[in-house]
């Protein structure tokens, strides 16, 4: 299963009139994009396209969702290469973690980088479904869910057949990296009190999860995808291992980049509803 994000008409245009435009052979290197991986990878890390993308407003309307992860995900990569340490934050404490290697290894791996920029470009439309379910002959129920809300998404697990529930596995575990790398204030505060870090009381039919939760039920679901039979025929279990074996690594980056360059965007850039609220 190929995830690397596909570059649109648009997403090509951008690129290439601002990191070669004074190459006057456009199809030449529209064709070289599309076949050399280590020509595709310079042009979309090229630093101007970076400050491009950064500057403009309405960037979505120029180009993918894609390839802005992309581009972000390259550029925190490269600002990791020339750090010591990546930084944790637990209230208003930041804990240097000397993890950088490990962070740079998993993103060596190309599937992952791919993923982590497909991933992140889900969530920038957020889903409500309702779903007939039968629950006794004669008997169906109308069960609603939202593919950012993990409590729906498990309640929706229980419901459909094992063949069904790689999508709702990948879900689950995706929501929960997503959230530790983009929203990890609301992981701790949603959770605890910003000032006594006592624990919420819980809300009627809502789990309340704090980090160590997301990354609990994180790693169990993205064990439990690489588990099942879809995933084996998609040849998905071994980046789904991987993200396993690496939660904590792979949330890292999205972590440099919700602080480094999403800080006052990621509200607007996240959770544009067809659905509920934002986030898990």
Same mark, same amino acid.
């Given at each position: @299963? ?17 990191? $070669? ?10 064709? &070289? ?6 020509? +595709? ?7 101007? #396209?970076?400050?491009?993308? @950064? $500057? ?54 190309? +599937?992952? &980088?791919? !993923?982590?920029?497909? =991933? ?10 309702? #779903?007939?379910?039968? /629950? ?8 609603? !869910?939202?593919? =950012? ?6 309640? @929706? ?11 709702? !596995? ?15 204030? !609301? ?15 819980? /809300? $009627?039919?809502?789990?309340? +999860? ?12 993205? +064990? ?29 980056? @999205? ?26």
């Amino acid at each position: @299963m190929d995830l690397r994000p596909r570059l649109t008409e648009q997403d090509l245009d951008f690129v290439l009139e601002t990191a $070669a435009p004074d190459f006057s052979d456009r199809a030449k290197l529209r064709r &070289l994009i599309v076949e050399d991986e280590d020509f +595709r990878r310079g042009l979309v890390a090229d630093e101007k #396209v970076f400050e491009r993308l @950064m $500057a403009e407003e309405d960037i979505f309307l120029r180009i993918s969702p894609g390839l802005y992860f992309e581009v972000l995900l390259r550029r925190a990569i490269r600002e990791l290469e020339r750090a010591t340490h990546t930084v944790e934050r637990f209230r208003t404490q930041a804990i240097p973690v000397f993890d950088t290697k490990v962070v740079l290894d998993l993103l060596a791996e190309q +599937r992952v &980088l791919d !993923y982590l920029a497909d =991933m992140l470009s889900s969530f920038t439309r957020i889903e409500t479904f309702v #779903v007939p379910v039968r /629950i006794t002959k004669g008997i169906w129920r109308k069960i609603r !869910y939202n593919d =950012m809300d993990i409590d729906s998404l498990s309640r @929706m697990c229980e419901t459909v057949g094992e063949e069904s529930r790689l999508a709702f !596995y990948k879900r689950i575990a995706d929501v929960c990296l997503f959230v530790l790398g983009i929203f990890p204030e !609301y992981a701790y505060f949603d959770y605890r009190y910003p000032f006594s870090g006592e624990v919420r009381p819980r /809300i $009627a039919g809502k789990a309340r +999860r704090g980090m160590e939760e997301y990354e609990e039920e994180g790693r169990k679901f993205y +064990r439990l995808a690489a588990e099942h039979q879809s995933a084996k025929e998609l040849e998905m279990s071994e980046i789904f291992w991987m993200l396993y074996e690496n939660f904590n690594a792979a949330r890292k980056p @999205m972590n440099f980049i919700s602080e480094h360059y999403l800080y006052y965007k990621k509200q607007d850039l996240f959770g544009a509803e067809t659905g509920s609220r934002k986030p898990g």
